[in-house]
């Protein structure tokens, strides 16, 4: 898991962009699927033949993050930017960003700005001396992101970046691996542009038209600092979706997942986020509908360059996803 | 069943968004009798056909939505206090000292807790938000871990009663009387002679974001759709630009930038010719119902918005009139018998 997770985060993948993830997910879990493929939107469609084809399950989980494109370029060489999914500009400032062409940069703040910062107060600084030189490294348009970064907390929990939804592929692809033979015919897919409204799982799922849906994303806990009333803790195992701000999830979904944690000894937690959505909305509303739950990992800091989580929970999140693949959903 | 008694009925069915499954079997009993064909979707929508049994028979689709506004438990707190999260849109300002239902393992009941005016700071006149406000339950901590665990659902308490002049009031008006002049015009258009199927779609998730009528729609298939909804009606000082519309005028039908023209033109031609009480309202783009969702779903389908003026909408204490309701249902059999 830690290794697959530190491969994740490394690749370059901003919301419009993750070819690069997406390669790297198709070359890894070829051998462990009956078909692989990238759609048009760039999805990763990882299918496995269930026991039953009576039902058909999808599994999403993000391959998109957060970051920034180029707007334009001033005379002094300073790259402005827009933001790419919901950007924090407190959490964003002063950290090293990277070009999809490898060129870096550090975002820092607008000065005469004391208070209330927003995006477009960021500029990035990649060190050129002119607006003619930096215009050889960067175009409007292009993203970048913070560089790769993954520290280990007191050996059990990790602070990296991205992490939403990294964690999430780096857990479903572990599960892909695991699941022997599923119920049901099993998807596997990797999203694309969740960030920006969770445009890639709508079309997959509307392709797949799945009966059971279950999205891996990351959660907010309330032990974060200052955090609102909220049951979920860190290390207190996988937490079980009932409510964000974009899905209530399936009861008949929540049910299962409660009963295969029980069943199986799995650490669970029930959560309600107030804030965020998730693939699991797209998948419940497309077509004529699916059962739709979400197992989230408990996670600090999100969308910051230091998201935290603890392994346990992670290893907690695949080993249900695991189970409710192989033993079917009741 | 009398208009009062069916109205009462629906409205004190209890169905939050995204937990509307639990009222099927409820619905099924009472109603079932009504349609040739009954299904559900997973996304809560309870959806019911009536057959005219002619071959290749097109279809027209009306929907009200099953779901209500209200409250999940997100956290237990020390002496019988309830944390909770709001679904859909509730006004924080009336909610203190409101009474609810807690549906847990066994139903109880509990009040918004709210600060006595002697006990208030002089400037304690700030909005109030969810997350500063507590249902008071009067049991034990231990009790409700075990019987209102976190995801429990919460609904306002009120029962349905009649006014004077045909007024009711209850909770939940927004959207089950709509369901109320649905199953009504199902009973009007009984035994009659119709070209079309008619649908009667009750669904779910509308306060959370329409998932309800674009996934049972989607399923059902029709050719033409009604939305069946509330809006608010005049009060005194109102911006009249935004409630213009009066209690007991009789069903307001929108011409929106998000429903069919044509198809709303023919609906109010039926409604002159049948002198069938109406009123008509111009809203520029989205209208804040399942019209919305049901004009874009598959592709496309031709869509009218109906809606019964409603007070206090999003309140404990929502007002609407029997006569509109009449007048809805006959407006609806009009237009099925036009097709």
């Not at chain 2, 005016?117 to 909005?127: G, I, T």
């Not at chain 2, 406000?133 to 034990?140: A, F, Q």
């Amino acid at each position: 898991m830690y290794e697959t997770i530190k491969r994740y985060t490394s690749a370059f993948s901003v919301s419009g962009r993750e070819k690069y993830l997406a390669n790297l997910i198709c070359e890894e879990l070829k051998p462990y699927t009956d078909s692989i493929k990238v759609d048009a939107m760039g999805n990763v469609i990882a299918f496995k033949k269930g026991k039953s084809s009576a039902k058909k399950l999808m599994i999403a989980s993000h391959m998109d993050e957060i970051g920034f494109i180029v707007t334009a370029i001033d005379d002094n060489g300073y790259v402005r930017v827009s933001n790419v999914g919901g950007i924090n500009p407190i959490y964003s400032s002063y950290q090293t960003v990277k070009f999809e062409n490898g060129t870096k940069g550090v975002t820092v703040i607008d000065t005469s700005v004391k208070k209330d910062y927003k995006v477009k107060d960021l500029v990035i600084d990649i060190g050129a001396s002119s607006k003619k030189e930096a215009m050889k490294k960067v175009a409007v348009g292009d993203l970048c992101a913070p560089v790769a970064n993954l520290t280990r907390l007191m050996g059990k929990r990790i602070a990296a970046k991205a992490l939403d939804d990294r964690l999430g592929c780096a857990i479903a692809s572990v599960s892909c691996k695991n699941a022997k033979t599923p119920a049901y015919d099993t998807y596997y897919v990797f999203t694309v542009q969740e960030e920006v409204g969770l445009r890639g799982s709508l079309p997959a799922a509307f392709g797949i038209m799945p009966d059971y849906s279950i999205a891996i994303d990351v959660t907010a806990t309330g032990d974060t600092v200052g955090a609102k009333a909220m049951e979920v803790k860190l290390g207190n195992g996988a937490a079980i979706k009932l409510m964000d701000s974009s899905v209530i999830c399936s009861q008949f979904m929540v049910d299962s997942m409660v009963n295969c944690a029980k069943r199986n000894g799995i650490k669970y937690q029930l959560e309600i986020l107030e804030g965020g959505g998730t693939d699991t909305r797209s998948m419940q509303v497309t077509g004529s509908g699916s059962h739709a739950g979400c197992i989230s990992i408990p996670t600090r800091y999100i969308h910051s360059p230091v998201e935290t989580i603890d392994l346990k929970d992670a290893e907690a999140c695949e080993k249900l996803l695991t189970t409710l693949v192989t033993e079917g959903i009741e | 069943m009398e208009l009062f008694k069916r109205a009462k009925t629906i409205t004190e069915i209890c169905a939050v968004s995204g937990r509307e499954h639990v009222a099927f079997e409820e619905l099924k009993e009472r109603f079932g009798h009504m349609f040739d064909e009954i299904f559900t979707t997973p996304t809560g929508s309870f959806v019911g056909i009536r057959r005219c049994g002619k071959p290749n028979a097109k279809s027209i689709l009306f929907d009200a939505h099953l779901d209500e506004i209200g409250f999940m438990v997100k956290k237990i707190c020390d002496g019988g206090f309830l944390k909770v999260s709001g679904i859909g849109g509730t006004d924080t300002k009336v909610l203190s000292a409101a009474e609810v239902w807690i549906h847990g393992k066994e139903k109880i009941a509990g009040v918004f807790a709210s600060t006595p005016p002697h006990l208030r700071e002089s400037d304690d006149n700030e909005k109030l938000f969810l997350n500063d406000m507590y249902i008071d339950t009067g049991m034990s901590k231990e009790y409700l871990e075990e019987n209102t665990p976190i995801g429990t659902v919460v609904t306002y308490k009120t029962t349905t009663e009649k006014l004077l002049n045909g007024h009711i009031v209850g909770k939940s008006m927004d959207d089950k009387i709509s369901m109320c002049t649905i199953l009504e015009a199902f009973d009007l258009l009984d035994g009659e002679d119709l070209n079309v199927d008619i649908i009667a779609q009750f669904s779910g998730g509308e306060e959370i974001g329409y998932i309800g009528a674009t996934t049972a729609a989607f399923k059902a298939a029709p050719d033409y759709a009604v939305a069946i909804d509330v809006t608010n009606s005049y009060i005194p000082e109102a911006p009249i630009r935004k409630m213009g519309n009066k209690l007991g005028g009789g069903g307001v039908i929108s011409y929106s930038g998000t429903t069919s023209r044509p198809f709303t033109k023919h609906f109010i031609e039926v409604l002159n010719k049948e002198n069938i009480p109406h009123q008509i309202v111009g809203e520029p783009g989205r209208t804040g119902t399942n019209a919305h969702v049901l004009q874009i779903a598959r592709d496309g389908i031709p869509t009218a918005l109906i809606s019964v003026p409603l007070k206090n909408m999003h309140t404990q204490a929502e007002t609407a009139t029997l006569g509109d309701l009449e007048n809805i249902a006959k407006a609806l059999a009009a237009l099925a018998k036009s097709l």
